[in-house]
């Protein structure tokens, strides 16, 4: 019996000690487990406050560009509107025309060269002498028809 009792003595010491190095291992294992979860909770708590404070400034910038955008319409629309803006628009309007009718249509580039270097040597005499004195004072008329004139009359009716 005596062999039964030393026996089961030995058992249950190495029941114990495996119990308390399973435990020790298992504490281990739960501290390393913790020690994780917090570094990833950092993190996570990290990266959010970073996205946050992203989102805020781009929303700031969304807002101040916004306004940007605005305060220029406005500033567009006022410029579009003062003295001369109109006539600069048509003019550029007009020079296009006579860009595709200089490439489309194979006579008119020389007549339109030869009229438009007579008007530069007209607009120049305007500077010089008693003639553009006058000419500022009293507007002439061109004898350009640059749209023609229809008159309605009864026999087309």
């Known amino acids: 019996m005596q062999n039964f009792l030393i026996g089961l003595g030995i058992g249950v010491v190495l029941a114990i000690v495996l119990l308390v190095s399973m435990s020790v291992k298992r504490h281990k294992e739960i501290l ?9 909770k950092r993190m996570l708590t990290d990266r959010m406050d970073l996205e946050s404070e992203g989102l805020s400034k781009l929303k700031e910038q969304n807002e101040e560009l916004k306004k940007q955008n605005e305060n220029l319409r406005i500033t567009l629309n006022t410029y579009s509107q003062k003295p001369g ?10 020079q296009l025309a006579v860009d595709r009718l200089t490439i489309n249509s194979p006579g008119f580039g020389a007549a339109w060269q030869a009229a438009l270097k007579e008007s530069e040597n007209e607009f120049q005499k305007t500077y010089v002498g008693v003639q553009p004195f006058i000419k500022r004072l009293i507007p002439t008329k061109t004898e350009a028809n640059v749209l023609p004139r229809t008159i309605d009359t009864e026999d087309d009716k």
């Open 32 to 40: 390393e487990t913790n020690k994780e979860t917090e570094r990833l």
């Open 85 to 94: 803006r109109k006539e600069l628009a048509r003019l550029q309007v007009y």
